[in-house]
């Protein structure tokens, strides 16, 4: 049965068709989490973004594509997400267990690139084949390259959502007119996650914003207005307030393996700041699978609190 709050986050995507609210609402009514409103997605994309030994050496098990269905289906996360490769190897055997979710662009590091871009490795019709309910892209605002990107990127959001599939968009700054600093600048975040759901993204994920402003006409308008950005949960609602007013869902990233206490720290910060939850890749499969159970129903346990 489908609960008031995901009834009312459904009416705020009133363009999409039926077929498309459905995979929505699957993913919202799904795992431990299911009928809150909140998310906790499991991505495993890092094989392809970083490598595999970068990804998967810390816990050998994680080689193994099955691996990381077990441990979606075992925690019960919303969502799992990854490459086709990863996809196509379990969708079978777990097929109908776990709502998928196929990343159909991806990025290596083997060429260290000031601006980079994104290749297209799968698509809408895998996506169908697989029997996923929705698929996601990476962007980099800042990068040279971000323009092709944003028209490659609207056109397939426009082919997946005619199919009934939901859009996720990671939106991370880079390039080279952007600092290091500047990567997860409030100012940049918020300007990614607006872009992102611009884009029509159903779902938005971005990293967690730091309180440096990066663009000195932005930061005018901080300081004139006295946004509040003091604290991790004051950055966390603004950018929240700048994906369209908190109407559309936005999602912060886990990033690499960090100690439990801090990063149950941060998701306490996402919750009081109003964020939907978090996409939780290498913090959870890079542990140990008992580890990484507990760590993932830590997480879930305060989003699924009051705030």
């Not at 050496?57 to 997400?81: D, Q, R, S």
């Not at 079978?92 to 060429?111: S, T, Y």
Request: with cysteine; glycine share 12%; aromatic share 8%.
């Amino acid at each position: 049965m489908t609960t008031p709050r995901v009834k009312e986050i459904l009416g705020w995507y009133g363009s999409d068709n039926p077929g498309t609210l459905t995979n929505l609402a699957r993913i919202l009514n799904h795992g431990r989490l299911g009928g809150t409103g909140k998310l906790v997605i499991l991505p495993v994309d890092q094989g392809f973004e970083h490598g595999p030994a970068r990804s998967f050496g810390p816990n050998p098990a994680a080689y193994n594509p099955h691996y990381h269905f077990e441990l979606a289906i075992a925690a019960g996360v919303n969502a799992y997400a990854a490459p086709l490769g990863f996809l196509e190897a379990g969708a079978r055997d777990f097929a109908g267990e776990v709502p998928l979710i196929l990343k159909i662009n991806d990025h290596d590091v083997l060429l260290d690139e000031k601006d980079p871009e994104q290749a297209l490795t799968g698509s809408v019709e895998d996506a169908l084949r697989l029997g996923a309910s929705g698929i996601g892209f990476t962007i980099y605002p800042g990068s040279s390259h971000r323009f092709e990107m944003y028209g490659q990127i609207r056109a397939c959001a426009a082919e997946a959502k005619k199919n009934g599939l939901i859009v996720v968009i990671w939106s991370y700054p880079r390039g080279s007119g952007l600092s290091k600093e500047g990567e997860t600048a409030i100012d940049v975040t918020a300007y990614a996650a607006h872009i992102a759901a611009e884009l029509g993204a159903h779902i938005v994920k971005v990293k967690l914003p730091s309180a440096h402003l990066e663009q000195a006409a932005a930061r005018k308008v901080y300081e004139q207005e006295n946004i509040p950005i003091g604290t991790q949960a004051e950055r966390v609602r603004h950018v929240v307030q700048s994906t369209f007013d908190g109407r559309r869902i936005l999602i912060f990233s886990g990033g690499p393996t960090d100690a439990t206490a801090t990063f149950l720290e941060e998701v306490k910060a996402i919750h009081q700041g109003g964020g939907f939850g978090s996409i939780v890749g290498r913090n959870s499969f890079q542990r140990k699978k008992p580890e990484a159970l507990q760590f993932l129903h830590d997480i879930m346990e305060i989003y699924g609190s009051a705030v």
